[in-house]
């Protein structure tokens, strides 16, 4: 009897660990949405100029993140994916990542994915919490997943004339990436810069732009700022031939222009984000 109890307990131990290791590698895949993670720091990173996301879940899904490095290993290729897009250094968007968030375990973060600490700001039409920062309450943007976080990020930074000069340095100069963004009034702490700095530094996070940049994606980023981010329709014109020269999704292009078909009229000017070769 005591036989058949102890191994009904082992079957059962061993049912609990394999549903709990199912549960955490469902978790990671979805966290890694993009693809799954290459482990090798020599190995270059899966290269594509389509920078589309795919669709954003309907539903809010929570993530757990234990530690920095396990941040890093899930958001990394989010970061560079990003940076091949728009031209933001990976080291910086990882660095702005795990600070602004906690690595992952900060209340905002817990409660909107919302990684970057971005405010509502005028004109933002998504979903929103209030969370106390310099004020009491404050509106803070929203997300399903903390991927379009990142691509909110970037958004936001290549819309934004103020930190237009930004798109001037060098893919590799994380430094002045970091000094910038504190000269251009991202953060309001003095020593932001030095903190950005010091993450890059202590977790290797500039490896990322070196993948990318040997992969030959060091040449033309996308900027859009505010005073030159439109295109005027010409005949031919289609929002897939606009997506294609842009490099952006027919999606973000609707989202952009609050379109609400895809008919376009010659003449008519549309936001776009402009190749820029630095």
């Known amino acids: 009897m005591k036989k058949k109890i102890l191994l009904l307990l082992i079957i059962g131990i061993s049912f609990a660990s394999c549903k709990s290791k199912k549960a955490y590698s469902d978790q990671l895949r979805t966290k890694n949405v993009l693809n799954e993670r290459k482990k090798s720091e020599d190995v270059k990173p899966l290269i594509s100029r389509e920078v589309v996301l795919p669709t954003e879940p309907s539903k809010f899904i929570p993530f757990r993140i234990e530690t920095p490095s396990e941040y890093i290993e899930t958001f990394a290729e989010t970061a560079q994916v990003e940076m091949m897009g728009y031209g933001i250094p990976a080291s910086i968007t990882l660095a702005q990542g795990l600070l602004e968030s906690g690595y992952g375990k900060g209340e905002l973060a817990m409660k909107t994915n919302n990684h970057f600490g971005i405010k509502c700001h005028k004109g933002w039409e998504g979903d929103y919490d209030f969370h106390d920062d310099d004020e009491k309450g404050e509106c803070f943007r ?12 970037s958004i936001f930074l290549t819309t934004r004339s103020r930190y237009a000069f930004l798109f001037n340095l060098k893919h590799n100069d994380y430094k ?76 973000e292009i609707m989202q952009m222009n609050n379109l609400r078909s895809s008919d376009l009229s010659i003449g008519q000017r549309v936001k776009v984000k402009l190749s820029k070769i630095n």
């Open 142 to 153: 929203k997300y399903n997943h903390p991927m379009y976080s990142f691509r909110d990020h």
């Open 176 to 251: 002045g990436w970091a000094k910038g963004l504190r000269k251009a009034g991202y953060a309001t702490d003095p020593k932001y810069p030095q903190k950005l700095i010091y993450l890059i530094e202590k977790h290797g996070l500039h490896k990322y732009d070196k993948q990318i940049k040997n992969a030959g994606y060091n040449n033309t980023t996308i900027v859009s700022t505010e005073s030159d981010k439109m295109h005027t329709v010409e005949k031919g014109d289609t929002l897939y031939s606009l997506s294609r020269k842009y490099y952006m999704s027919v999606d």
